[in-house]
């Protein structure tokens, strides 16, 4: 089945700079890769997703990258504020039916 | 109602207990999917429902672990002979309809489950 790992495990960053979060997935056939942040204590939120025949997409301050060749994708986040701090996970399903699989998170904190 | 409801928020259970897990996904939404996610991790996949069938059940651990949707919506995930290993956060998350393409997930807040 699908596999996907995420990295770093733990991010801090100063407000105002840019942040990055990096995963890989296994399986070539998923086309699919949505990321979900989590705030302490609440449920997972879409915040941005991106499918296997687009590049890049943005949003805002918050862009995702996608790598098929390589199997890689990365979520970017410009001008990071307080608020921004969370856990963000990573997931990827072959699309249709088929479950999402998300990697083990990274918990950002933005400083002051 | 207007997001993913779960109940309960919290049980606390002590080893061996059966306990039953509610989820009451947003109207109209056909997909159903149960993810139990430990302290530190992302969210692992147990059971997902098409309707009232169980489309996809390889998440289940073992076979102390059941789910069901009877009428299509409302879904309960049935736990057996607890364990303190079961001891996690149940989510229950709904889609429209992931059949012509994959769309958002919407999680429910949870169900903290302690095994003492």
């Known amino acids: 089945g699908e596999n996907v790992e995420q990295h770093p495990s733990t991010l801090s960053v100063q407000e105002g700079d840019s942040a990055v979060i990096k995963c890989t997935y296994s399986d070539s056939a998923s086309n699919y890769f949505p990321w979900y942040k989590q705030e302490l204590g609440k449920r997972p939120q879409l915040i941005i997703d991106i499918r296997s025949n687009v590049g890049e997409k943005k949003d805002q301050r918050i862009a995702v990258t996608l790598n098929k060749t390589a199997k890689h994708f990365s979520l970017h986040i410009t001008e990071t504020q307080p608020e921004d701090s969370a856990v963000y996970f990573c997931a990827a399903t072959l699309g249709g039916a088929s479950k999402l699989t998300f990697g083990t998170g990274t918990r950002l904190q933005v400083t002051l | 109602g207007a997001g993913v409801s779960q109940t309960p928020s919290n049980k606390v259970t002590e080893k061996g207990k059966y306990v039953e897990l509610r989820c009451d996904p947003i109207s109209g939404h056909t997909a159903l999917y149960w993810y139990r996610q430990s302290l530190g991790q992302g969210p692992e996949f147990l059971i997902y429902?098409?309707?009232?069938?169980?489309?996809?059940d390889s998440g289940l651990p073992n076979d102390r672990f059941f789910a069901v949707r009877p009428e299509g919506s409302v879904s309960t995930l049935k736990i057996q002979r607890t364990e303190r290993g079961d001891s996690a956060v149940y989510l229950c998350?709904?889609?429209?309809?992931?059949?012509?393409?994959?769309?958002?997930?919407?999680f429910g807040e949870g169900s903290r489950l302690t095994v003492l």
């Open positions: 429902f098409q309707g009232t069938g169980a489309a996809d």
């Open positions: 998350a709904s889609s429209l309809n992931p059949f012509n393409s994959t769309g958002e997930l919407f």
